[in-house]
């Protein structure tokens, strides 16, 4: 799996039962400890955004009445805008031409081995 369990469980925390959030995340409900707005959320995790950021408004809008909606960066003007203005960059030339590199390193040659190394595709055990 390239996303932990605890990383998707945090992306979509607004729209998760508390049970499921309480038995994946932490055992306690502290609804201040997720992450409030998406500049928080992108720093807290590396990983990459799952599709529901790509596709799915209600993903920002929290069905718990003790945790607010998820903030979008001032650029935005909706949760629409964000998701419209990330699908156009997703879809770009720029991204296009440079997919393949993702998909080698997420996937492919780059994965394991001396070329992983060579682009710092590995993990530092600390």
Same mark, same amino acid.
């Given at each position: 799996?390239?996303? &932990? !369990? $605890?990383?998707?469980?945090?992306?979509?925390?607004?729209? %998760?039962?508390? &049970?499921?959030?309480?038995?994946?995340?932490?055992?306690?409900?502290?609804? =201040?400890?997720? @992450?409030?707005?998406?500049?928080?959320?992108?720093?807290?995790?590396?990983?990459?955004?799952? #599709?529901?950021?790509?596709?799915?408004?209600? $993903?920002?809008?929290?069905?718990?009445?003790?945790? #607010?909606?998820?903030? $979008? @960066?001032?650029?935005?003007?909706?949760?629409?805008?964000? $998701?419209? %203005?990330?699908?156009?960059? +997703?879809? &770009?030339?720029?991204?296009?031409?440079? +997919?393949?590199?993702?998909? !080698?390193? %997420?996937?492919?040659?780059?994965?394991?081995? *001396?070329?992983?190394?060579?682009? *710092? =595709?590995?993990? +530092?055990?600390?």
């Amino acid at each position: 799996d390239v996303l &932990s !369990d $605890i990383t998707y469980y945090v992306y979509t925390a607004r729209k %998760t039962p508390k &049970s499921v959030l309480c038995s994946h995340v932490r055992s306690q409900w502290e609804p =201040n400890e997720y @992450p409030a707005t998406m500049e928080r959320m992108q720093s807290w995790t590396p990983d990459e955004c799952i #599709p529901e950021f790509y596709t799915d408004t209600d $993903i920002f809008k929290s069905i718990h009445p003790d945790m #607010p909606d998820l903030d $979008i @960066p001032p650029w935005c003007s909706s949760y629409e805008d964000f $998701i419209s %203005t990330h699908c156009m960059l +997703l879809e &770009s030339k720029e991204v296009s031409q440079d +997919l393949h590199h993702w998909i !080698d390193l %997420t996937f492919g040659y780059k994965l394991t081995g *001396k070329e992983a190394v060579k682009d *710092k =595709n590995v993990c +530092l055990h600390l």
